[in-house]
């Protein structure tokens, strides 16, 4: 395949993954109700944030990919932590597994700091560019235990 086509590919699959989550999960969203944590941002905040997660995440993978750096460890990896990031807003939201998406989330961290460390030996850039997830997520581990203690 050529080198842009898949690089395109390696961004929009965490992209539409995202997307389609969002999509599932949209009639079972409760967080304008629930009750929150300090520093919780508005909802609307959620999807922009995620789509540029997504996009990173997926230009971090297109940079190894097109330049013949991903083995099966980078790839079991990357791909591991892509299905345990689309499936915790399931947990979270639409099964209301609050406690489990706690575990969940610990999970997905270390998967991501892991993928990262991979990523960085790799290719400098395409682990420079998994700072904000690792951030975000460390953030929304907070606002996950925020919301399971605060509405137990």
Known sequence: MNKTLEFIKSILIPVILGGIVGLIISNFMDYDIIN???LSP????FPIVWTILYILMGI???I???????DDKVKSVYYTQLL???T???????????FIAIIWIIVLLILIIYMTILFY???KLAGLLQIPYIIWTIFATYLTIG???LNR
């Not at 508005?42 to 905040?45: D, E, F, R, V, Y």
Request: charge should be positive; avoid cysteine.
């Open 36 to 38: 929150k944590p300090p």
């Open 121 to 123: 030996k790799k290719k």
């Open 88 to 98: 915790w807003p399931i947990v979270f939201f639409a099964f209301k597994w609050r």
């Open 84 to 86: 345990t990031n689309v």
């Open 147 to 149: 919301v399971y203690v």
């Open 64 to 70: 190894l990919k097109t330049n013949n750096l991903v």
């Open 60 to 62: 971090s993978y297109g």
């Open 42 to 45: 508005p909802a609307i905040l």
